[in-house]
């Protein structure tokens, strides 16, 4: 696991932290709040709930199976099962496994690996070969442009679809830095029509989901800060030779995360923009 993937993990822990909700996405503000407004935890939730049916909306008509791939604790899942959907969930991590039959109540399938391991062989793990949906809300991070349109491609039938959210890349010179390990977009929309994909729809909601990271700034300045720094002046007093190996060894890197995690919101801007997109197999 690379160094971004780690931090952006290390990252989700603390949104999950400090949200209180089982929800692992961004939310989306409607409407959008003026630069006076106050963003509190409590606003986030409902911008949480509100995502789920944003991103639901998308979801055509005609279709009755989905692979929701990362999907987390099993939000969206829930509310495509009271849509009458057959759903099915992947991803390789244990607890998420735990947290989404829990939530489903047995109603859906969990298989606890990765997409491109689950693409190399689908009758290993599913009777459902082949899906009418595949889901990836907020999961692209973690694969390439080529798997997930050659992977989609694979596991669904002409006619079928892909349903993307996620932050991508609209710079492809920022190479470096916590949002590095999102997907340019251009690189995204290459690789799907090669795959066979035709975007349907599209929605850039970007100003929707900023005031998220706004909060989470507002809050790591606050508190994340001011704990570091107490913890930092404790070692200080109490071992002062391990927080001189700490400062000289890590002080650098430590200060220019702290640096980063703070401007969160300006290289959003800057360099990202959030996109949801339907894509349909020709």
Request: negative net charge.
């Amino acid at each position: 696991m690379n160094n971004v993937i780690r931090y952006q993990n290390a990252a989700l822990q603390y949104y999950r932290d400090l949200t209180g909700s089982s929800y692992l996405h961004y939310g989306y503000w409607e409407p959008i709040p003026s630069p006076t407004d106050e963003l509190t935890v409590t606003k986030l939730r409902v911008a949480q709930e509100a995502y789920a049916t944003h991103l639901l909306a998308f979801l055509p008509a005609d279709i009755h199976s989905v692979l929701d791939v990362g999907c987390g604790n099993g939000d969206n899942a829930v509310s495509m099962i009271e849509k009458g959907l057959q759903v099915e969930g992947l991803a390789p991590d244990p607890l998420q496994q735990a947290n989404f039959l829990e939530r489903t109540k047995g109603k859906a399938l969990f298989h606890i690996d990765t997409f491109q391991e689950f693409v190399q062989a689908p009758q290993k793990y599913s009777a459902q070969l082949t899906y009418d949906l595949i889901l990836f809300s907020e999961s692209t991070q973690y694969m390439s442009p080529e798997m997930i349109a050659e992977g989609s491609a694979a596991v669904v039938k002409s006619g079928s679809y892909v349903l993307l959210a996620d932050m991508l890349r609209k710079d492809p010179e920022y190479k470096e830095g916590m949002f590095s390990n999102c997907l340019i977009n251009a690189d995204l929309h290459k690789s799907m029509e090669k795959a066979g994909f035709k975007l349907v729809k599209t929605d850039d909601i970007s100003a929707h989901i900023a005031p998220t990271l706004d909060i989470c700034v507002q809050s790591f300045q606050t508190f994340g800060v001011s704990t570091l720094k107490y913890i930092g002046n404790l070692i200080a007093i109490a071992v002062p030779p391990i927080y001189k190996l700490m400062r000289y060894f890590f002080g650098k890197s430590i200060k220019n995360l702290i640096t980063e995690g703070l401007n969160a919101s300006t290289l959003f801007h800057k360099h990202l923009c959030y996109e949801i997109q339907l894509w349909q197999k020709l």
